[in-house]
Nanobody, 129 residues
Framework: QVQLVEFGGGLVQAGGSLRLSCTASGLTFSRYSMAWFRQAPGKEREFVVGVSWSSGNTYYTGSVKGRFTISRDNAKNTVYLQMNSLKPEDTAVYYC??????????????????????WGQGTQVTVSS
C-alpha cells in the first residue's frame, strides 16, 4: 500500500533553518506531483509548496516565497522542504502529499486539498520567538 512518511520536524528559534523530508513507498514516485501542506491549531490545512511531476514547475504560497524551497530526489523516492528564516507564524504540523495530476495555476488548482491522493501523518514544526 501507499505510504508517505515525514521526518525532520522539531523546535527551532526564529530566524533558524529546518529541513523536512518525506519518503514515499507503494507508488511510482517520479509520476507523482508532491507538495507540503501545514496546519496550525484551530486553523485549516493550507498549501505551502509543491512541485509538478512532469513539468517540474514549483509553486509557493506567498508567505514562504524566498524562504522555503521544495526539491525532490526521485532515486530516493523523497521530497524535501528546506525552510530558512523561520518565523513563529510557521509553527504547524507539516504534511507531505502526493498527486497523480499535474499542478497548475488554473483555478489555484495546486492549492486544493482534493487534488492530492495520498497524505503523510505529519511532523510538528515549532518556531520559538
Amino acid at each position: 500500500q501507499v505510504q508517505l512518511v515525514e521526518f525532520g520536524g522539531g523546535l527551532v528559534q526564529a530566524g533558524g533553518s529546518l529541513r523536512l523530508s518525506c519518503t514515499a513507498s507503494g507508488l511510482t514516485f517520479s509520476r507523482y506531483s508532491m507538495a507540503w501542506f501545514r496546519q496550525a491549531p484551530g486553523k485549516e490545512r493550507e498549501f505551502v509548496v509543491g512541485v509538478s511531476w512532469s513539468s517540474g514547475n514549483t509553486y509557493y504560497t506567498g508567505s514562504v516565497k524566498g524562504r522555503f524551497t521544495i526539491s525532490r530526489d526521485n532515486a530516493k523516492n523523497t521530497v524535501y522542504l528546506q525552510m530558512n528564516s523561520l518565523k513563529p507564524e510557521d509553527t504547524a504540523v507539516y504534511y507531505c502529499a502526493a498527486s497523480a495530476r499535474e499542478l497548475t495555476y488554473s483555478g489555484s488548482y495546486y492549492r486544493r486539498r482534493e487534488l492530492y491522493d495520498f497524505w503523510g501523518q505529519g511532523t510538528q514544526v515549532t518556531v520559538s520567538s
